[in-house]
């Protein structure tokens, strides 16, 4: 409740047109499909090349990308609501390094430092897709839906291209495929976040108008005694 006397003031909602999700949804559903990736034909292929036991594998790729992953999705959540393209790019960008330190690794130690970056890439980019699926007005419930559908075909196309791209080449093109998809996600974005940024600067700003006032108890609406 405004106290009588005191300007009548209300923050406006963000709203985002639908077409800046693209490059972030893009992002989330690659960060999915690197989830459940290393399960499948791509386990047997790192374990043999790298000397891994199940249980390091498990530990050395599973584990390190879920923790880091967890970790940022409600940061990245909150700080993409206000800033979307400013915390997905640099988010991008430590999935791509990730993935490429995980291609080219060569031994264990490695691979867990660059499944770490990259959960921590894909952990943000997650919480801004969720993020800006909320700022959509008549879009949202669809948007929403639609994000959590193309999340579940992710983690169950994940195991299956990775397992057919180590079984026709070889595991390490699995994480240079990431690249290229998460570099497409970065364009996708900076394209979107110029976008809106036009759209922003486009928009005539509002004439000036005198804030709205309540009258405080006993004066008038002319601002004199009451009577």
Do not use: H, K
């Not at 400013?86 to 791509?96: G, Q, R, T, Y």
């Not at 990730?98 to 890439?121: H, Y």
């Amino acid at each position: 409740m405004i106290p009588p006397g005191y300007p009548a003031q209300a923050r406006p909602s963000i709203v985002r047109p639908l077409w800046s999700l693209a490059g972030p949804t893009l992002s989330a559903l690659l960060a999915a499909g690197l989830l459940t990736a290393p399960f499948g034909p791509l386990v047997s292929a790192i374990t043999r090349d790298l000397g891994l036991s199940t249980a390091g594998m498990t530990t050395t790729v599973v584990a390190q990308y879920v923790v880091a992953a967890v970790a940022l999705v409600a940061p990245g959540y909150l700080l993409g609501r206000r800033w979307p393209t400013a915390i997905a790019l640099p988010a991008l960008a430590l999935l791509i390094v990730g993935c490429v330190v995980s291609a080219f690794t060569p031994g264990p130690a490695l691979l867990a430092v660059g499944r770490v970056i990259v959960g921590l890439g894909a952990g943000t980019v997650a919480g801004v897709a969720l993020a800006l699926s909320g700022q959509l007005v008549r879009w949202r419930s669809r948007a929403r839906l639609a994000l959590g559908l193309a999340l579940g075909a992710a983690l169950l196309i994940g195991p299956v291209a990775s397992g057919m791209l180590a079984q026709a080449l070889s595991w390490r093109t699995v994480f240079l495929a990431e690249v290229l998809v998460a570099t497409v996600a970065l364009f996708s974005t900076i394209a979107s976040g110029i976008a809106m940024w036009v759209v922003r600067s486009s928009r005539p700003n509002p004439p000036a108008t005198p804030a709205a006032t309540t009258p405080r108890p006993g004066t008038t609406r002319t601002g004199g005694p009451g009577r």
